[in-house]
């Protein structure tokens, strides 16, 4: 299986599961009807790809590139927005039917759209989100290009002299 896709099919699945327990307990406390509480998402898909990114440069430190690590990020990233996107279709067209309306009844007036505009919502903010921190991440893990400045940081070797 490919290097990127075994790392980012793990903390994938993990900022996934982590979406849907954090969006099923806010429903427990019947808090799930606050869009600002969807911030924290952000926290969950954050660390998914930092730590994503991170374990396949621990890895594969000899053999890391900057295209590797934006591939696990934009992977990661991914498939954990294709799984909470296929969970919050099954909950808001079969499990709670009223939900978007609630949630849409703040944000549009008078207007029907449904639970299809919510669901094209989290998708748009997943893969958003997605590429802006896997960008903002490979800053903190490429390799840089000038000499000493960064590998003894991230490598945890010391530098050697000439």
Do not use: C
């Not at 590139?65 to 919050?88: R, S």
């Not at 009844?105 to 989290?122: C, E, P, R, S």
Request: proline fraction near 2%; charged fraction near 15%; hydrophobic fraction near 50%.
């Amino acid at each position: 299986m490919n290097r990127s896709l075994s790392v980012s099919l793990k903390y994938g699945l993990f900022v996934a599961a982590s979406l849907i327990t954090y969006f099923l307990i806010l429903r427990l406390f019947d808090l799930h009807n606050n869009p600002w509480l969807r911030m924290a998402n952000g926290l969950f898909m954050a660390s998914g790809i930092y730590f994503a990114i991170k374990n396949y440069k621990f890895k594969f430190n000899s053999d890391f590139t900057y295209v590797d690590g934006f591939k696990t990020g934009l992977l990661t990233g991914f498939i954990a927005t294709g799984f909470f996107v296929v969970f919050m279709a099954i909950y808001m067209f079969h499990l709670d039917t009223e939900f978007p309306n609630t949630i849409l009844k703040t944000w549009f007036d008078n207007t029907n759209q449904g639970a299809g505009i919510l669901i094209l919502i989290v998708l748009m903010e997943g893969l958003a989100s997605t590429a802006v921190l896997t960008l903002m991440f490979m800053q903190i893990f490429k390799k840089s290009q000038h000499v000493g400045q960064q590998e003894d940081l991230i490598d945890h070797k010391p530098r050697q002299k000439p």
